[in-house]
C-alpha cells in the first residue's frame, strides 16, 4: 500500500469530528457487516470494454447520534473492486481450444466511509433511513486474475493507490435486543482518475453494494 499522507489525514479528521460532533452523554453504537458487491471501471473511451465484477466485503461501523433523526455513522470496509475484461478461448501450444477462460482486474481496499444518517422516526421495531458522504479507499492489492480452464494471478501496478469518492443509500435497521439488524444498499462513486497510463485513458470506480449487519448499542457501566 502506497503511503498518501494528505489523504491519510484527512479520513483521520473527519472521523475525529464525527465522533466530536455527538454528544457527550451518548454513546455510540457499533457494530460488524458484510455483504456483496458489484463493481466496474467507469472508463472513456479510449479504453477496451470492460464488465461488472461481483466480489465480497467485510467491515465494521460505528453510528454517533446527533439530534434526531440525523446520526454519523463511520467504518471501515475491505471491499474488492475492479473490472472484468470479458472471456476468452484458451489454447494448448498447436492452437487447440481447451477451454475458455475471464480476465479480471481486481483492487482489494481498505475503505473508510463518513455517512450522514437520517432516518424516518416510525413506530415499532423498523426504522427506514438514508446516507451520504464521502469515502476513503487505499489500495491493499492489485492483481490481473484468470479464472476459468484458466487459472493464473499475478501482481500489477495499473492504477493509483488511494481513490477519493462519493456513496448514497438507502437502509433499514430492525431493532433485536440490545440492539438492531440493519440491511443497506449503496451506489459507490469514485472521484479519483486512478488510471497511470497503463489503460491509456481516465478509469473511476463505480458499483453498488449491498450489506447486512447488527449494531450494538453500548451503555454506561
Known amino acids: 500500500m502506497r503511503p498518501v499522507p494528505y ?14 460532533a455527538a454528544p ?3 454513546w455510540p453504537r457499533l457494530g460488524a457487516q458484510a455483504g456483496l458487491g458489484v463493481f466496474h471501471l467507469e472508463e472513456d473511451a479510449v479504453l477496451l470494454d470492460s464488465e461488472s465484477i461481483l466480489t465480497l466485503l467485510v467491515g465494521g461501523r460505528a453510528l ?8 454519523v455513522q463511520a467504518g471501515f470496509e475491505f471491499v474488492t473492486k475492479g473490472t472484468s475484461f470479458g472471456e476468452y478461448e484458451a489454447t494448448d501450444p498447436t492452437g487447440n481450444i481447451i477451454g475458455t477462460y475471464e480476465e479480471l482486474h481486481a483492487v482489494q481496499y481498505l475503505q473508510i466511509p463518513v455517512l450522514a444518517r437520517a432516518s424516518l422516526p416510525l413506530p415499532g421495531r423498523v426504522r427506514p433511513y438514508g446516507v451520504l458522504g464521502p ?11 484468470l479464472t476459468g480452464d484458466v487459472d493464473n494471478e499475478f501482481d500489477v ?5 488511494f481513490d477519493f469518492g462519493g456513496t448514497a443509500g438507502l437502509g433499514v435497521e ?4 440490545p440492539g438492531a439488524w440493519t440491511l443497506e444498499a449503496r451506489y459507490d462513486r469514485g472521484f479519483t482518475d486512478l488510471d497511470r497510463g497503463t489503460f491509456g485513458g481516465k478509469a473511476k470506480n463505480a458499483g453498488f453494494q449491498v450489506t447486512a449487519g447488527y449494531l450494538y448499542q453500548l ?3
Open 135 to 145: 469515502t476513503f479507499a487505499w489500495e491493499l492489492s492489485e492483481k490481473r486474475k
Open 219 to 221: 451503555r454506561r457501566p
Open 7 to 20: 489523504t491519510a489525514r484527512a479520513a483521520l479528521a473527519a472521523l475525529l469530528l464525527a465522533a466530536a
Open 157 to 161: 501496478d495499473g492504477l493509483k493507490g
Open 174 to 177: 430492525v431493532a433485536a435486543g
Open 24 to 26: 457527550a452523554s451518548a
Open 64 to 71: 454517533f447520534e446527533l439530534r434526531a433523526p440525523f446520526s
